[in-house]
């Protein structure tokens, strides 16, 4: 016989255990988040913030693994940057992978968490999930948001303890998910920022010492004038004026290539297309450079066809297929590609520089060559890096080849060159074919 209210003083205790679990639960939540926030407002740098935070979770979630994971959604590929093993942080550099069929894969791809209380693999292959990595009782994993774009994920899990997990989990771990996906826009920002401005001291020194060296030659050409006397400045009157003619060529071209890429770093450039031939186009880039070749007597072939530097039509009687290099572009940009290309050809060069048109898939490639000493494959892919010279891999302005790659992109075309030590060096743009 049950004495009256027994049944209910019993429900009422369980209920009052009840509440108190999940009274601690959520007590035990607040603490873990109030802790990662303190953690993100305390470093700056994503590495550090990184560890910190896994570390962190390894220790209040009962997890053999914590992965944090960010998702480059232009590359489609997911970097594992911080890791916690059983109390100790191994992960040292990204490791990087593909989006695929993968756990974390079906995270970013569904953009709802993934909760597996038994058996990672089992659960994995129900679901149609590829499994990777060591199997595990419990896993738990959860998108970062950010502006409603997914950042990353955020894993724990456990190898040998099943129901480790469950909806209290998910919900703690999206809440420092959502905190770590903040902290991480706030420290790329940071670092973005502190490399710029490492970058801005780089070419504050580097404009000092480039323009230096451009001066420095033009007042030893003055002091040249102030002692010579009459009868030798008679002599040397056309050599000397012909040096500062061509030391004032250099240090014009070094200040427009720094204005011109100030404009099209902010925005500010726009292109004028049309139809236009690209022959036309090369022969009025290589006429700014008669005086070089003809200096340095190098050879000059279009498509295979010397042409002569001493004539004012560069192309006259070369056969070329004109019809067949009809290009949509902004001619005076266009112009400035191939100045900068046939620039570097005839500083590099040792006898030829050959320029070659081609067509393929709807679009126009035009090739600048030349036979010098070229450069290391592995140094190749920097030439388009800002203030990075291809000689010797010193830093310098070297913005040249940087407007280089942005006018073709902009143009909707792509750039590459083609060098080997001892093998010259060759530049290939295409162009969408009018």
Same mark, same amino acid.
């Given at each position: ?32 988040? /109030? ?17 910190? @935070?896994?570390?962190?979770? =390894? ?42 069929? =993968? ?5 970013? !791809? ?53 129901? @480790? ?21 706030? /420290? ?31 007042? =030893? ?41 100030? !404009? ?21 880039? /290589? ?16 498509? #295979? ?10 192309? #006259? =009687? ?74 010797? #891999?010193?830093?310098?302005? #070297? ?21 080997? !030590? ?13």
């Amino acid at each position: 016989m049950v004495k009256p209210g027994g049944m209910a003083a019993k429900r009422g205790s369980d209920g009052r255990e009840e509440y108190a679990v999940s009274l601690e639960r959520r007590l035990k939540t607040l603490e873990t988040v /109030a802790r990662i926030g303190a953690i993100i407002t305390s470093r700056l740098t994503l590495k550090e913030l990184t560890q910190a @935070v896994v570390e962190h979770l =390894g220790q209040v979630l009962r997890s053999d693994r914590v992965n944090l994971v960010l998702y480059d959604k232009k590359e489609r590929t997911l970097a594992f940057i911080a890791s916690f093993f059983s109390g100790e942080n191994k992960r040292d550099g990204a490791e990087v992978y593909p989006l695929s069929d =993968g756990m974390n894969s079906w995270i970013v !791809k569904n953009q709802k968490p993934l909760l597996i209380t038994r058996d990672s693999i089992e659960e994995c292959e129900r679901m149609g999930i590829r499994h990777g990595g060591k199997p595990a009782k419990s896993w738990l994993g959860v998108p970062m948001f950010h502006k409603e774009e997914v950042l990353g994920v955020l894993s724990v899990q456990a190898y040998d303890e099943p129901g @480790v997990y469950d909806d209290s989990s998910v919900e703690l771990l999206s809440l420092v998910a959502t905190q770590v996906a903040v902290a991480v826009v706030n /420290a790329e920002l940071y670092e973005t920022m502190e490399k710029r401005e490492k970058e801005k001291q780089r070419l504050y020194y580097s404009l000092t010492h480039d323009l230096l060296s451009f001066v420095s030659p033009m007042d =030893g050409y003055a002091e040249m004038l102030r002692r010579a006397k009459a009868e030798e400045l008679a002599e040397r009157k056309d050599d000397i004026a012909k040096s500062i003619k061509n030391g004032v060529k250099k240090i014009s071209r070094f200040v427009e290539d720094i204005l011109f890429y100030s !404009k099209l770093e902010s925005g500010k450039m726009d292109l004028h297309a049309s139809p236009a031939n690209i022959y036309p186009i090369i022969t009025l880039s /290589a006429s700014n450079f008669f005086s070089e070749l003809a200096l340095r007597k190098l050879a000059l072939y279009v498509d #295979g066809k010397k042409c002569d530097v001493a004539e004012v039509d560069l192309l #006259g =009687g070369v056969p070329l297929d004109v019809a067949a290099a009809n290009v949509l572009c902004d001619q005076i940009q266009i112009e400035r590609v191939l100045n900068n290309c046939i620039h570097n050809a005839v500083k590099h060069a040792r006898s030829r520089i050959d320029v070659r048109v081609g067509r393929r898939d709807g679009e126009i490639l035009c090739t600048v060559s030349d036979d010098g000493d070229g450069m290391p494959e592995e140094l190749a892919p920097k030439v388009f890096d800002e203030y990075f010279q291809a000689q010797n #891999g010193k830093k310098g302005v #070297g913005l040249g080849l940087p407007s280089v790659k942005r006018i073709v992109e902009q143009h909707g075309g792509k750039v590459w060159v083609e060098t080997a !030590k001892g093998r010259g060096f060759s530049f290939t743009f295409t162009l969408p074919a009018a």
